[in-house]
């Protein structure tokens, strides 16, 4: 499940990707689930530090994790991505047009004699 | 067979208005009012029903028809209305006869200067991956090129 907690998700997408120690264990997740010592091997940082990428990566809805007894196993969730994004850019493209069309008419409030000049 | 899922999401819009926040607050608050903004899309959509009761424990319906395309249903129920400030909703959408989510909407009137800044907050539940007439699919394509420009980019 995903919880943005109000950020805007592309964003936090787009932060994820930012960092090129982050783009290294996407790449390596896009070929197949990995635990994190595997996602840490390549990279020249401390486990503590790959934990930290990891979180980023899961806030953003791009990575899923789970802990079977002492193993964490990180993969690539693009399903559920794909599934809240799309919903909420449908959601939010719905809300754009209607507080568009208040702004509109608001401003046709003060302006009678246009009716449909945007503030 | 319908294929039951059920995700969840929230999201935050702000908007700024030049209009006082009694003036933003009252575009909501009746019918008339909303009626001139609140509706679906433009040129495609026609209105088939439209009540409001703006009061605690009040409900609003929206219908309408999509040309070619399903009866959109809008069903909410007020819990909280402080004047020119807050209004906080329940509402569920149905396609005919799907219900395809329920939400709940929280509407923040702030002044700003002279104008308002409106901060407007959806919790939802989306139920069983039913396509938001179109916009989900549309949503998921963009979504997907931009994040496919983004790692061609990265790599």
């Known amino acids: 499940m995903l919880n943005y907690e109000g950020a805007a998700p592309l964003d936090l997408v787009f932060q994820a990707l930012a960092d090129p120690g982050r783009r290294v264990m996407v790449e390596r997740l896009a070929r197949g689930p990995a635990s994190v010592s ?14 930290q990428h990891l979180q980023v990566l899961e806030a953003s809805g ?31 493209a719905m809300w754009e047009r209607a507080l568009d069309r208040l702004g509109e008419y608001l401003a046709a409030q003060d302006d009678p004699a246009h009716p449909r000049r945007k503030s | 067979m319908t294929k039951r899922s059920a995700d969840h ?25 909303k009626a001139a903004w609140f509706v679906g899309p433009a040129g495609k959509w026609s209105v088939l029903e439209r009540k409001l009761d703006f009061r605690v424990g009040g409900r609003e319906r929206v219908r309408g028809a999509i040309a070619g395309g399903p009866v959109t249903d809008f069903d909410a129920c007020y819990f909280d209305i402080v004047p020119n400030e807050r209004i906080v909703y ?5 396609l005919d006869d799907r219900r395809i989510s329920v939400s709940l909407a929280t509407i923040e009137f702030k002044p700003q200067g002279t104008g308002t800044r409106l901060v407007l907050t959806e919790q939802g539940v989306f139920l069983d991956g039913y396509d938001d007439a179109g916009s989900r699919e549309r949503g998921t394509r963009g979504l997907l090129d931009q994040l496919e420009a983004a790692l061609r980019q990265a790599a």
Request: charged share 25%; glycine share 6%.
């Open chain 1, 38 to 51: 595997d996602l840490a091997a390549p990279l020249d940082m401390s486990l503590p530090a790959v934990m």
């Open chain 1, 62 to 92: 791009l990575v899923r994790s789970e802990k079977v007894g002492r193993v964490r196993t990180c993969r690539i969730e693009p399903a559920g991505l794909r599934k809240a994004e799309a919903w909420i850019a449908g959601r939010r």
């Open chain 2, 9 to 33: 999401a929230t999201f935050v819009i702000e908007r700024t208005y030049s209009a006082a926040p009694a003036r933003v607050f009252a575009a909501w608050s009746t019918a008339e009012a």
């Open chain 2, 90 to 94: 329940a509402y569920g959408m149905h």
